[in-house]
């Protein structure tokens, strides 16, 4: 399979070649049908009528207007209409044959004789001159217009290979000097960095290696989630090599035409050979490098795997000293080919990871390099406020902020930008609607009713902020985040976190006795929970250690894991219910012995509409959790 396989099979072609010529033809008929009857409309209908008599006698009766002759044959026009039984139609038009045997000279003189105008030209209302000369060269300049259309369009998303223009890549290539990101550039992730410090060495200097029997890699990939630099660290790498730079999209080898793919790969690598020291970056590669395994071959995947096959060539054609890396980037590594990952291929991984609370500090140190901070500014308490967020993220808060600063008029850009700015990216923007008295105060209360169950319950992460402000979808927010760096959650975690999504329809079960439809998202996540504990991570006895769900908690399980039968699948559904049940009766429980403190956090709320985490903790008469914000990501409920 590794083995690269033609590109642009005639085969692979021909249905949409098929297509396309249909249609051509089609248009083609249409065109000239569409002509021919606006510039040639057919000669009019002519009776025909005998020479002698009947033309003669038209003729001396002093009936005919007017001749012209083509060849033998005398067309004209009557001066009024006449009707020959012969046909029944009447009409002006006629056309009559002279015989050979008469005499010309005889014929004119009476022609004369009666004044009968006789016309150089023809009588048949022939198409004008620009218009004949159209319908000669009309179909003639359609083919060749259609053509160059359509060369122009397989030139612009490069069709088919082996033609000049067609098959390019649509890699754009930057070159170095025109690279102005550099490793000061990237802050935040310095694993990753320093192991893509060789990788800039040998661009450098690619001489120095193979030297004492070393193999550089030549492909190296980075993984990570959205967001956290990896196309920002392929840049910098080639920026720190001075090295040329060709960037394309895995999804865009595969488009509209089939067979391009590979022949795009090809040109790219051609292209990257003749500019070395250069880098390659594949971005987003999962899309040409996803498991070939269990999948039903078809045109796409097809079309998918020769690409995916045209890089494994290019890139064992690598001889080790040629200054040619491949950089690739994807946000799943788990589903790639295992193809790509042998030895020779993408045999380097960095993994890119989220930032911690430090890296966060460094990555707001880059991006606030030209924005004039007020001294107000504290980026170590922003950087610990943001756990879970991401280079992009952060990059984001900063311009976020600047634009809030410029808008407010301030001078510099102050703390209260930064964490307002911070506020509508991780809540989104205020929404601006007044809700009536008795929804705010049913808000309030749901509110309430979160963070009272995540401050009363062992193993709930400490709240930081409730709020009864209206943004997106939600009326208001609970924001829950863990003390410590997590790496992994405990069975009482996760019963907390049940909980605690409950804790907004249990208060409002607990205060009017009835719910409303405000708990649908609560709803939902807490459901995802309970079904990844059973189905996931064997927290259920009745289940027991068996994965009976897909990594997201929904779906088939991917291949590998054990196919689970129905019975299966309805133990998972009565352990869930069972659990979120439990749970239920416990959050209900706990809020009717607390009601006092539910009342007085929810009054609170409706005075303030935002509490931090001590004064909620405060309003609901608990001591506050001291934060110590570290990098798990918040759960919001
Ligand atoms: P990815 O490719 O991993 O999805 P990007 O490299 O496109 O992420 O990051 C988007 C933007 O976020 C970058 O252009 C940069 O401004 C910012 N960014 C992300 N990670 C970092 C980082 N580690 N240091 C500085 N800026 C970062
Ligand atoms: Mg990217
Ligand atoms: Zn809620």
New binding site residues.
């Given amino acids: 399979m590794d083995t690269a396989s033609p590109a642009n099979t005639p085969n692979r072609w021909l249905p949409h070649r098929n297509r396309g010529v249909l249609i051509f033809v089609a248009l083609f008929v249409a065109l000239n049908v569409a002509f021919a009857r606006l510039f040639a409309p057919g000669a009019p209908p002519r009776v025909p009528i005998a020479f002698a008599p009947s033309f003669l006698t038209q003729v001396q009766a002093g009936h005919v207007s007017s001749i012209a002759t083509r060849g033998d044959t005398i067309v004209g026009t009557f001066k009024a209409a006449q009707r020959y039984p012969a046909t029944g139609v009447s009409t002006t038009l006629f056309s009559t044959e002279v015989p050979v045997f008469w005499n010309t000279d005889q014929l004119s003189a009476l022609l004369q004789a009666k004044g009968v105008r006789i016309n150089a030209q023809s009588t048949t209302q022939t198409a004008s001159v620009p218009a004949r000369l159209l319908l000669g060269f009309g179909p003639t300049l359609l083919i060749v217009g259609l053509f160059v259309l359509v060369a122009r369009r397989a030139a612009r998303s490069g069709g088919l290979g082996g033609l000049g223009g067609f098959g390019r890549s649509k890699a754009r290539r930057v070159d170095p000097e025109r690279i102005p990101v550099t490793f000061a550039?990237?802050?935040?992730?310095d694993e990753a960095k320093a192991e893509l410090t060789e990788i800039v060495d040998f661009l450098r200097r690619p001489e120095r290696y193979g030297r004492l029997g070393g193999r550089m890699p030549h492909g190296v990939l980075l993984s990570?989630a959205?967001?956290?630099?990896?196309?920002?660290?392929a840049r910098a790498v080639a920026g720190e090599a001075r090295a040329a730079f060709f960037s394309i999209s895995a999804s865009e080898f595969i488009e509209a035409i089939v067979g391009v793919g590979a022949s795009r790969v090809r040109d790219l690598f051609e292209k990257a050979r003749e500019a070395k020291p250069s880098i390659v970056f594949i971005?987003e590669l999962d899309a040409v490098g996803r498991s070939r395994q269990g999948q039903i071959s078809g045109g796409a995947n097809d079309e998918r795997e020769q690409t995916l096959n045209q890089i494994l060539t290019e890139m064992d054609g690598f001889e080790s000293a040629e200054a040619v890396v491949v950089l690739a980037?994807t946000?799943r590594p788990e589903i790639l080919d295992s193809a790509l990952l042998r030895p020779g291929r993408f045999d380097r991984r960095v993994a890119?990871h989220a930032?911690d609370r430090h890296g966060r500090r460094q990555?707001l140190d880059?991006?606030t390099r030209s924005i004039p901070l007020a001294p107000s500014v504290d980026l170590d308490a922003l950087a610990a406020s943001m756990p879970g967020m991401?280079?992009?993220d952060?990059?984001n808060l900063a311009n976020e902020a600047a634009l809030l600063a410029t808008r407010r008029d301030h001078d510099r850009v102050e703390m209260i930008d930064f964490t307002d700015s911070l506020e509508k990216i991780m809540l989104g923007a205020p929404r601006g609607i007044v809700l009536l008295p008795a929804d705010r105060e049913r808000t309030a209360y749901h509110e309430a009713g979160h963070a009272l169950v995540g401050m009363l319950t062992p193993g709930a992460d400490p709240v930081r902020k409730v709020s009864i402000i209206p943004r997106g979808r939600a009326l208001g927010v609970t924001i829950s985040t863990p003390d410590v760096d997590r790496v992994s959650l405990s069975r009482q975690e996760l019963d907390a976190m049940i909980s605690v999504a409950l804790g907004g329809r249990a208060a409002e079960e607990v205060v009017y006795g009835q719910i409303s439809t405000g708990a649908e998202a609560d709803i939902q996540q807490l459901t995802q929970i309970a079904r990844q504990m059973v189905g996931r991570w064997g927290m259920s006895a009745a289940i027991g250690p068996v994965a009976v769900l897909a990594s997201d908690g929904y779906g088939p399980l991917l291949p590998g894991a054990s196919e689970t039968s129905e019975a299966t699948q309805e133990l998972v559904d009565t352990e869930v219910r069972r659990i979120i049940e439990n749970a239920h009766v416990e959050v209900t429980t706990l809020l009717i012995e607390h009601r006092d403190q539910l009342d007085s956090l929810a009054n609170a709320l409706l005075m303030a509409e935002t509490l931090d985490g001590i004064d909620a903790y405060t309003a609901a008469q608990l001591p506050a959790r001291l934060p110590d914000p570290c990098d798990s990501p918040a759960l919001v409920t």
């Fill in positions: 550039d990237v802050a935040g992730i990570g959205p967001g956290t630099g990896k196309t920002l660290l971005d980037a946000n890119v930032p990555i880059v991006h991401v280079g992009a952060l990059a």
